[in-house]
């Protein structure tokens, strides 16, 4: 649990920590983009790359990022697994009796997972570096145009904001009840199946619990600050476009268009 670090904003004083958080939005969209276009091991390499220099001029630590990606490890072994009994094409790498590893399986499985973590990075870097109070804002912004379909662009960016602020919260609240139950005797990694699905519902109940609590004093905290959903509402801070910001869009626009060709053409 501790390893997720998605939500989790670190205050850092960089150039991109300072880029509007309308551009970083734009860019991440246009990133994510670029990253389903099948491009290659070369494309992938472009963006890993990128993403890369970004991390740089985050500031941020490599180990941070990494602790964001180490989950998806055990995920990745179960897709591999998953493959090697649906994909039998390429070269026969080893086998146990009627069990075979082909090159593809393993190809396949290694394309999504480079595609996962790309993603995971990439939002990463947008989570750390930007405040939940900035990114409410930009996404607000950003859905100001569908507002002429009568879409509520405020409400939807603040329950986006809250998700996200949220996260790191209720990954701290699940640590401290595993701690509390280990301290009585709950074991959750070892036991029966029963015993196991015993545990994990000891930890699921007072989450819950401990999240529609939280829930219900923020609204309570809301409204006792007369904050009222579709009312029309002013700003303490305006955000405005300067030109590191259309520098980040161009260059991320340069990427997908880069992919696009790579896809297409290469």
Request: charged share 20%.
């Amino acid at each position: 649990m501790g390893n997720i670090t998605l939500g989790r904003y670190i205050a850092l004083d960089s150039p991109i920590h300072k880029l509007d958080p309308r551009a970083k939005i734009m860019a991440l969209i246009i990133m994510l983009v670029a990253i389903f276009f099948p491009a290659g091991w070369m494309g992938y390499a472009i963006i890993f790359c990128v993403v890369t220099g970004v991390i740089l001029a985050a500031k941020l630590s490599f180990k941070y990022v990494w602790k964001s990606m180490k989950p998806m490890l055990f995920m990745m072994i179960i897709l591999l697994i998953v493959n090697s009994f649906a994909i039998h094409d390429g070269v026969k790498l080893f086998g146990i009796g009627k069990w075979v590893l082909y090159s593809e399986a393993v190809n396949q499985t290694a394309y999504i997972a480079v595609r996962l973590l790309l993603m995971v990075m990439i939002t990463t870097c947008l989570t750390a570096t930007t405040k939940p109070l900035d990114m409410t804002l930009g996404i607000e912004d950003l859905l100001k145009p569908f507002e002429v379909f009568h879409c509520p662009s405020h409400e939807i960016a603040m329950l986006i904001s809250i998700a996200l602020r949220f996260i790191p919260d209720l990954i701290d609240e699940t640590q401290r009840i595993m701690k509390a139950q280990e301290s009585r005797g709950v074991d959750m990694k070892e036991g029966t199946l029963k015993e196991k699905i015993m545990a994990i519902l000891s930890l699921i109940v007072p989450l819950f619990v401990s999240a529609f609590q939280r829930a219900e004093d923020l609204a309570n905290a809301m409204e006792a600050r007369g904050y009222m959903p579709g009312e029309p509402r002013t700003r303490y801070k305006v955000l405005k476009m300067k030109a590191g910001d259309w520098v980040l869009i161009a260059g991320s626009s340069v990427v997908l268009v880069l992919m696009i060709y790579l896809s297409c053409f290469a």
